[in-house]
């Protein structure tokens, strides 16, 4: 069992950066490939970004909408994720997710995740 809490959402104006953390309990926490999605009002659950699991080497996956701009990263030690937005834009409004699955490979698809945090609130205003 993985239990997740994000923290660290909230209202920035257009241009500004905001760092998501998301705390994970479980001892077993480096070998989880972990992700961040959104879910904006009417829309469906999309992907974000996501960070393999600490083995010999950690790969990165990021989103078109991602690219460029935000950030996925992990210290083990703190069983923390996180995830730093910059040049945030309206687009951006969304409920911000963090996740684990046991498969790095699918963990784009919401259907592969096996645990999901309750959400924070990202509002972006122009």
């Known amino acids: 069992q993985v239990q997740l809490v994000e923290s660290g959402g909230g209202l920035v104006q257009a241009g500004g950066s905001l760092r998501l953390s998301c705390a994970a309990s479980?001892?077993?926490?480096?070998?989880?490939?972990m992700g961040w999605f959104r879910q904006a009002p009417g829309k469906e659950r999309e992907f974000v970004a996501a960070?393999?699991?600490?083995?010999?080497?950690?790969?990165?996956d990021y989103a078109d909408l991602a690219k460029g701009r935000f950030t996925i990263s992990r210290d083990n030690a703190k069983n923390t994720v996180y995830l730093q937005m910059t040049s945030l834009k309206p687009e951006d409004t969304a409920v911000y997710y963090c996740?684990?699955?046991?498969?790095?490979?699918?963990?784009?698809?919401?259907?592969?995740?096996?645990?999901w945090g309750q959400g924070t609130q990202v509002t972006v205003s122009s």
């Open positions: 479980g001892r077993t926490f480096s070998t989880w490939p």
């Open positions: 960070i393999s699991d600490s083995g010999f080497t950690i790969d990165y």
């Open positions: 996740a684990a699955s046991q498969t790095y490979r699918w963990i784009r698809s919401p259907s592969n995740i096996d645990y």
